[in-house]
């Protein structure tokens, strides 16, 4: 039984995490400056202020996702998939025959899969997964190759 395994992508959050947060030091030491120098005004603060709130924001997103989807990997079987969370401790096996669609986007930088079941009640989202092109490709395959099997 030949079966396929795609995990989460830890390099693509650290990366981000360390440039947010060497963008909200250089933010802060930026205002630092501008105020020790006396040149502290409004026009130059406020975009340092807004810069440094987004990407606070953005960071602790990251950080979110990134506890979220640690460690959790998809594995292909020949007629289903396997889900796994270990952060929430959670394991969900769907086959082929339940996918009605799936849908491909970005959510704030981080690619997003998701799969949704055809009793319209539930879905499955992959969020920052390693080569997620080839994941959804993956998946349209056994999927195509299920409804040939019909």
Not at 11 to 39: C, H, P, R, W
Not at 57 to 79: G, L, R
């Amino acid at each position: 039984m030949s079966t396929t395994k795609f995990t989460c992508d830890k390099e693509f959050f650290e990366k981000k995490i360390s440039l947010l947060t060497n963008l909200q030091l250089g933010f802060v030491g930026t205002a630092l400056m501008l105020m020790m120098m006396d040149l502290s005004k409004i026009y130059l603060l406020v975009p340092l202020i807004i810069g440094l709130i987004l990407s606070s924001w953005y960071k602790s997103n990251f950080e979110k996702i990134q506890s979220e989807v640690k460690d959790a990997y998809v594995e292909f079987a020949p007629k289903s998939l396997l889900f796994v969370q270990p952060a929430t401790e959670s394991e969900q096996r769907v086959t082929f025959r339940e996918l009605e669609e799936i849908d491909c986007h970005k959510e704030n930088f981080i690619n997003v899969i998701t799969l949704y079941l055809k009793d319209g009640k539930e879905k499955l989202q992959f969020k920052g997964f390693k080569e997620s092109d080839h994941l959804l490709q993956t998946l349209s395959t056994h999927i195509q190759s299920e409804d040939s099997t019909k």
